[in-house]
């Protein structure tokens, strides 16, 4: 992993550093703004996140946060963005970091999501919204941690005003559960050594 990682950015991780990783296909509904959002407000700077993921060349949204994660490369230490994420770099990544996040926007839009599944055989618990199948996979504070509503309509998240209070709404649970996970795993480490 220490490998992978220092051949986007000189990144040194020790048995104490605290890893998580956004990385899927970059488009809207997958919601890379919750990852955006959580590294600008600065709380973790200790965190190394991991961003990867490339868009259709035709999805404007997805295009657009490919700039944004790589402005985050840029701008803060603790963010690498991993432009090229592919199969090979995935099957290093989901089995070395410590969380995955994963934010799909409620119900159906992600049909049903194997990110979290990949991490999941390689024992790495996920923050997962309730979209997909991790609603049947994840048992909160088992083997993973799930934040949101159980949604059964399909909302047009993007044109329909009740997206965006879901999304703020979300965005505050997801925001609460990883302040949690962070805090439980540092809690545990500091313990440990």
Known sequence: MQGLIRSYKSI?????????????RMTLYKRPHFVARLI???EFNDVVFILGGKSHPMDKDGLIYMKKF??????????????????IKAKTILKGIDVLLFTPFPPGWEASGTSFMKAAINGVPSIASRDGAAVELI???????L??????ELIDFAND?????IDEREYTEFKAKFSQVYD???RIRSVST
């Open 70 to 87: 790589r402005e985050l490369h840029r701008k803060y230490k603790n963010v690498v963005y991993i432009h090229d994420y592919d199969v």
């Open 147 to 152: 934040f949101g509503s159980d949604i059964r």
């Open 184 to 186: 439980y795993i540092t």
């Open 12 to 24: 040194e991780l020790n048995n104490d550093s605290f890893v998580v990783a956004w990385v899927r």
């Open 40 to 42: 600008e407000e600065g």
């Open 139 to 145: 048992t909160d504070g088992v083997n993973g941690w």
């Open 161 to 165: 005003p009740r997206g965006k209070e």
